[in-house]
Structures are given as structure tokens and as C-alpha cells.
């Protein structure tokens, strides 16, 4: 808690040292999204810049949660500037010979469920921490988890 206050009051060697701390975090949950390594490496640069340039803003105990709300932000706006994300993105709509895997099939979500389910199950944050990533209340983040859960259920099988 001592790195943080002095982050907190601009002293750059200990926000190096938060950042430096949950990096990998943060760029795993870029990479899980892209799936390719230079755009995962680009927006992993700017989610770094923008935490060095507001960590001050920042409540002490949400610390790590906005960094990952910061490293979702700028994915989904690079997703979404690269023609990355389909407009109507129903699983219905693929079917790999019935054998898709479980990573093509959340790559196949539409965003919002896909950024719910990655956070929920390779993070495991709850539904009140994902819902301050996302800006979303508790219950609308079941609501996503669970519909999530039906569309890959119908497409990977029953197993879930």
C-alpha cells in the first residue's frame, strides 16, 4: 500500500512499479482479444501511457481493476477501428463440423459477452469488479455471463 500512496503523489519510480507488477495481467487480457502479438503489444503501449498519465484519478482500492478497464477500453476501441468485430455476431451462424473449440467459440461472442466471459473465467473476477471494468451494473453482467454460457453451450456442446 506504501508504492501506491507514493504513486499516488506522482512519484514515477512506484507507478513503474505497480505497472511493472501487473503487466503481464494486463497484456494477457489483451492478447485473449487480438490474438495477434504487435496489435496486443501497440494497445498495451497506450494502456500504459494513459495509466502513467492518470494514475493520480484513480481510487487506491480499484487500482488493478482500472487498469484492465483501461487495457478493455483500448482494445475494444482498436477491435472495433480495425473491423475486428462483426456488427451481428451470432454463434448460430458458425459451426466448424461440430467440433469448435472453446477459444473459437468465445472469439466468436459478441463483444460485450466475450469481454464478460474472458474476464469471469481467465481472470476470475467477480461480477462487481468486472461490472466497474465495464461499466455495468452486477446483475446485467449475469445477465451477459449466463447468455454467454447458452450460446456456447448450443455451439461446443453441453459440457459447460
Same mark, same amino acid.
Given at each position: =500500500?506504501?508504492?501506491?500512496?507514493?504513486?499516488?503523489?506522482?512519484?514515477?519510480?512506484?507507478?513503474?512499479?505497480?505497472?511493472?507488477?501487473?503487466?503481464?495481467?494486463?497484456?494477457?487480457?489483451? +492478447?485473449?482479444?487480438?490474438?495477434?502479438?504487435?496489435?496486443?503489444?501497440?494497445?498495451?503501449?497506450?494502456?500504459?501511457?494513459?495509466i502513467y498519465e492518470? +494514475?493520480?484519478?484513480?481510487?487506491?482500492?480499484?487500482?488493478?481493476?482500472? =487498469?484492465?478497464?483501461?487495457?478493455?477500453?483500448?482494445?475494444?476501441? +482498436?477491435?472495433?477501428?480495425?473491423? =475486428?468485430?462483426?456488427?451481428?455476431?451470432?454463434?448460430?451462424?458458425?459451426?466448424?463440423?461440430?467440433?469448435?473449440?472453446?477459444?473459437?467459440?468465445?472469439?466468436?461472442?459478441?463483444?460485450?459477452?466475450?469481454?464478460?466471459?474472458?474476464?469471469?473465467?481467465?481472470f476470475d473476477l467477480?461480477?462487481?469488479?468486472?461490472?466497474?471494468?465495464?461499466?455495468?451494473?452486477?446483475?446485467?453482467?449475469?445477465?451477459? +455471463?449466463?447468455?454467454?454460457?447458452?450460446?456456447?453451450?448450443?455451439?461446443?456442446?453441453?459440457?459447460?
Amino acid at each position: =500500500m506504501d508504492t501506491i500512496i507514493k504513486a499516488k503523489k506522482g512519484n514515477k519510480k512506484a507507478i513503474k512499479q505497480i505497472v511493472k507488477e501487473n503487466i503481464i495481467q494486463v497484456y494477457r487480457l489483451i +492478447f485473449l482479444h487480438t490474438k495477434y502479438e504487435e496489435d496486443a503489444k501497440n494497445i498495451l503501449r497506450d494502456t500504459i501511457d494513459f495509466i502513467y498519465e492518470n +494514475f493520480s484519478k484513480v481510487d487506491n482500492e480499484k487500482i488493478i481493476l482500472w =487498469m484492465y478497464k483501461i487495457a478493455i477500453i483500448n482494445t475494444n476501441n +482498436f477491435l472495433k477501428c480495425n473491423g =475486428m468485430v462483426e456488427k451481428n455476431n451470432s454463434l448460430n451462424n458458425y459451426y466448424y463440423n461440430n467440433k469448435i473449440k472453446m477459444y473459437e467459440s468465445i472469439d466468436l461472442l459478441d463483444l460485450k459477452y466475450r469481454n464478460v466471459v474472458i474476464l469471469k473465467c481467465y481472470f476470475d473476477l467477480s461480477y462487481d469488479e468486472i461490472g466497474y471494468i465495464l461499466d455495468l451494473n452486477s446483475d446485467t453482467v449475469k445477465i451477459y +455471463f449466463r447468455q454467454s454460457l447458452k450460446n456456447l453451450k448450443v455451439n461446443v456442446g453441453e459440457g459447460l
